[in-house]
């Protein structure tokens, strides 16, 4: 069944797959929506993390990324000899079949835009500074709303729009995380010993919960595979961009996370019993002051703008992926002559977001959906080991394949 499903494939790829949607995405813009899916981590878990295991975070953001790469290097491998929409769902329906393409297809779709509406919801403690400070009033639910018709609008409009929009984004949030890296080391509390002595006096136990608590931050570093039939020369770029924000999905994280604890002093994520929600507003107010902080507060928003809408562009593909393998309604396969989109799917998942961000207790809901993603990490790769293990039979030979097979699949 491996064999046939996969030769199959790789005959129709080029000729079926590729002239359906525009390639239009460079590697710049697969680091850009890779990233885009990821940053907001940065600004939600560091003091959740802080809370287990103290100022020594840094090190499980390190320990995180190193259990992250496998995933990231087999789904390498896998979308450069499969370089099409869908991404997970594909990999996994053509090397185990329907049924378990179907359940992780609609698993995945789910997953993504709940972990998406969250992030609608999730910059609150971000917001609240925001409007303080300008002493005015806004219901956070209306916000949340508009910010999803908006880039649902903008998915619509097609991924080079998406790109647009993420571009600045992006760019800004790196270079003022950079920013406030490099200021730290000005600031007259600056002790470098606190994070290195907290890594080294947690337990072994302490770091393990708090790497896997992060996790979820670099979660969406393979998120830019689910839209691989718009990359240009996939088999280079994907791969290429999904190493490359990882790597500075990495550094800024585990820089971040022990600058910060270097610069403020105390056990500054409890307040009153309750974990500060809202550290890079902290660290930036610490450095620079509160106009500074607002600042950041204001381009977090913005960032968990950017990965909602990086969470439509992703989970739609799965929906329009399963309709091109007739699983789901062959309604969900039309692509918008205009402007070249999948707009069933990307409607559909709108309109499921924003009934999870009124009905749906997303926080709760939003764990179950990284737990199954986990899952979904672990299927892929395997799906890796079988291919490699079966491609006299099917020859399985993808221009990108990741290296120290099979250690790094096992790790």
């Given at each position: 069944m491996v064999g046939s499903n996969i030769e199959s494939f790789m005959q129709s790829v080029s000729d079926d797959i590729k002239t359906t949607l525009k390639r239009t995405i460079g590697l710049a813009g697969v680091v850009i929506i890779s990233l885009s899916a990821m940053l907001p981590g940065i600004f939600v878990t560091p003091t959740f993390a802080a809370e287990i295991m103290g100022p020594g975070i840094w090190l499980a953001y390190l320990l995180?990324?190193?259990?992250?790469l496998p995933g990231a290097l087999s789904k390498s491998e896998l979308s450069s000899g499969m370089p099409t929409s869908g991404g997970s769902y594909v990999f996994l329906q053509r090397t185990y079949g329907p049924l378990i393409g179907t359940i992780s297809g609609l698993g995945l779709w789910m997953s993504f835009l709940l972990k998406?509406?969250?992030?609608?919801?999730?910059?609150?403690?971000y917001f609240i500074v925001v409007t303080e400070y300008f002493d005015v009033e806004m219901e956070l639910i209306w916000l949340s709303m508009s910010a999803l018709v908006l880039i649902t609008i903008v998915n619509l409009l097609g991924v080079s729009k998406v790109k647009a929009v993420q571009t600045p984004i992006v760019v800004m949030t790196v270079l003022l995380l950079v920013g406030l890296c490099i200021a730290s080391f000005f600031t007259g509390d600056f002790d470098a010993s606190i994070p290195i002595d907290g890594a080294l006096d947690a337990s072994g136990w302490e770091l393990a919960e708090a790497a896997a608590f992060v996790f979820v931050a670099y979660a969406g570093v393979t998120k830019v595979a689910a839209i691989g039939g718009e990359v240009k020369s996939p088999e280079k770029n994907l791969p290429a961009g999904i190493l490359l924000s990882l790597l500075i999905a990495t550094v800024?994280?585990?820089?971040?996370a022990f600058l910060m604890m270097a610069t403020i002093p105390g056990e500054w994520w409890i307040v009153d019993g309750k974990v500060v929600e809202n550290p890079i507003y902290e660290f930036a107010r610490v450095i620079a002051g509160t106009e500074l902080g607002v600042i950041a507060a204001a381009l977090s928003v913005l960032t968990m703008i950017s990965m909602a809408l990086a969470g439509i562009l992703a989970s739609s593909r799965f929906l329009f992926a399963m309709a091109r393998d007739n699983l789901l309604p062959?309604?969900?396969?039309e692509?918008?002559?205009k402007y070249e989109t999948p707009h069933w799917p990307i409607l559909i998942t709108a309109l499921a977001m924003g009934l999870a961000i009124f009905f749906v207790p997303l926080k709760d809901v939003v764990k179950l959906a990284s737990g199954f993603k986990i899952m979904i990490f672990i299927m892929i790769n395997s799906c890796v080991i079988i291919l490699r293990r079966t491609s006299a039979e099917h020859g399985w030979n993808?221009?990108?394949?990741s290296p120290m097979y099979p250690a790094i699949q096992f790790w």
């Open positions: 995180a990324a190193s259990v992250v998406s509406a969250f992030s609608l919801i999730g910059f609150s403690a800024l994280y585990s820089a971040i062959q309604a969900l396969e692509v918008n002559i993808p221009q990108y394949k």
